[in-house]
């Protein structure tokens, strides 16, 4: 098991890339989900296209207040990590500001198309720090209970 120490002293374990993951498959679901549901009850402006509605900016926008608002929250998790026990953290081991949520939202296909890239290379891809975390300084861990892990 990996420890990481933080500026505040504390000792965190990082979330595994597999519970990540797992936690961005529920999250996207309850996004498409409720999209899905908005964009059956409203009229498109073209419902011939598929993906690039106008709407579309809609659905962005849902989707980056819904991370952003989720991990400033005092819970600092989305619902996905939350269901499965991990938060993200700052360098002090304290909430994320929405300034640097909304980073790590816009951030994230960045990060993915870089672990793509190592990964198609052959290279090894990182364990716990990826891209969107190290921009905005924060980590995913496991959740604390009372100062517990």
């Known amino acids: ?31 498409v989900t409720v999209a899905a549901i908005a964009d059956y009850y409203t009229i498109s402006s073209n419902e011939d296209t598929f993906l690039w509605k106008p709407e579309t900016l809609i659905y962005i926008v849902l989707g980056w207040l819904y991370f952003a608002g989720s991990e400033t929250s005092s819970a600092q998790a989305t619902l996905g990590k939350n269901l499965l026990g991990i938060q993200v953290v700052d360098k002090h081991n304290g909430r994320i500001t929405f300034k640097n949520a909304t980073i790590r939202y816009f951030a994230k296909p960045l990060s993915v198309m870089i672990m793509f890239m190592r990964f198609v290379r052959g290279l090894p891809v990182a364990k716990h720090r990826y891209f969107h975390n190290r921009v905005t300084e924060s980590h995913v861990v496991r959740q604390q209970l009372n100062g517990q892990l």
């Open 1 to 31: 098991m990996q420890a990481i120490y933080l500026k505040s002293g504390d000792r965190v374990v990082p979330a595994s890339i597999r519970m990540r993951a797992i936690a961005l498959v529920i999250d996207a679901v309850l996004i």
